[in-house]
């Protein structure tokens, strides 16, 4: 009863702000659980086509973030029409539909088709982001945005372990009714406890304008600009690593049985060091500014990446992706939090729909070059890469953002 008293004295923006974490961090988990074990259920479904079971395992992964990738500009703008939290809520129960269809698949190609619906309708992320920051006071939003971070660090840290447990209890197909039932909660949270401030019809954007036009009107900014060109620099760098990865870990290890444990270690690792970093850093941010802790941040992964390159031991590749971990906790905010304070009140939908088709883009693309620098240089100089691209981007910040950011 303290905690429900306490709890209904917050601010209105801060209640909607916890409520939004704890939707994101059982949806994260809930979204996350089916990683562990995709790429065998696509093998126990077998294709009809005759192509591979490896073409499809890729696309499994590939068609959610290309589909995403075109539609979160669009769900955006319309957020800014007809509400935040209305979008919210349609990723949420749609996404609890379309997981719950895929435990009853009957071929890979099923699950694609499906896959690609999941990037259609859901999104999340960028809709919790618009969310936050259209009710969060603009000194306060860099805090706002790290404590949504926390929240889909943790469950992206959990859901993976939760995931291939079940998976191994009670096969594959009921993990997705799970993460079906999770997302259905996270919906009717979020429609019973969030209470969104109506925007002004003064201040809503004219109805008549077309997609392209807003768009073209947010890019006119050249901080804007800059701040979507991070986004996608990091979210390639730290995404190029995730074909490499079992790989290069199981070229550590003396055995092949712990692969997977160490590959979840990996992960779960440095999603804990982002949500321990990331209120912290967000809170920094809002003090000293977030050009400066996203700077910092960007140095700091670029200096934890280089030495993975030699790393001789599975424990020392655990503790840089862990270092790695919290300095992402700093990038991710930074970032939202730049993109809040360069654009106007009641564009936040289109801001961050545009922001997440940009972050899907880059997780689309990211496996392809980790996988291809692989390829033609080693698994070590994957490491390198994304090393230089952590610079790169740091390098643009600093000569091209403004100081007072």
Not at 85 to 101: D, N, Q, S, T
Not at 175 to 191: D, E
Not at 211 to 224: A, C, G, N
Request: net charge positive.
């Amino acid at each position: 009863m303290q905690h429900l008293a306490a709890f209904s004295r917050l601010e209105p923006w801060e209640r909607t702000l916890w409520i939004t974490f704890l939707a994101q961090l059982v949806s994260a988990a809930g979204f996350s659980i089916i990683f562990p074990f995709l790429p065998l259920y696509v093998a126990s479904l077998g294709t009809r086509t005759g192509l591979s079971l490896e073409f499809w395992a890729g696309m499994a992964f590939s068609a959610q973030a290309a589909t995403m990738m075109l539609a979160s500009p669009i769900w955006g703008t319309l957020a800014d029409r007809y509400g935040r939290k209305l979008m919210v809520e349609r990723a949420m129960f749609g996404g609890a539909v379309i997981l719950g269809l895929m435990a009853f698949v009957r071929s890979a190609e099923e699950l694609v088709v499906l896959r690609c619906m999941q990037g259609l309708i859901t999104g999340t992320i960028s809709a919790s982001n618009a969310l936050v920051a259209a009710e969060a006071p603009r000194q306060r939003v860099g805090y706002a945005m790290g404590v949504v971070q926390v929240g889909l660090w943790s469950g992206v840290a959990v859901g993976p372990l939760l995931g291939g447990a079940m998976a191994d209890l009670w096969g594959y197909r009921v993990p997705f009714l799970i993460t079906a039932g999770l997302l259905l909660f996270s919906g009717v949270w979020v429609w019973r406890g969030v209470h969104e401030t109506p925007v002004p019809a003064a201040s809503r954007r004219s109805t008549d304008l077309v997609f392209w036009t807003i768009w073209q009107q947010l890019l006119q900014r050249s901080s804007v600009r800059l701040t979507y060109a991070a986004r996608f620099l990091s979210a390639v760098g730290t995404n190029m690593v995730l074909p490499v990865a079992p790989l290069f870990i199981k070229s550590l290890l003396a055995s092949e049985e712990l692969v997977g444990t160490y590959t979840g270690l990996a992960v779960g690792l440095a999603s804990a060091a982002s949500t321990l970093s990331g209120i912290y850093l967000g809170r920094l941010g809002d003090r000293i500014g977030h050009r400066r802790v996203l700077l910092f941040s960007l140095l700091a992964a670029a200096l934890f990446y280089l030495p993975q390159t030699f790393a001789g031991a599975a424990w020392q590749l655990l503790v840089l992706q862990s270092l790695v971990g919290a300095a992402s906790g700093g990038i991710t905010p930074a970032l939202s939090a730049l993109l809040a304070r360069g654009t106007q009140p009641g564009s936040e939908g289109a801001t961050y729909g545009l922001d997440n088709s940009i972050t899907s883009g880059a997780r689309a693309l990211a496996p392809l070059m980790g996988a291809g620098v692989a390829m033609a240089l080693g698994v070590r100089s994957t490491f390198l890469a994304i090393a230089a691209i952590m610079l790169l981007t740091a390098a643009l910040v600093s000569w091209r953002m403004p100081q007072h950011s």
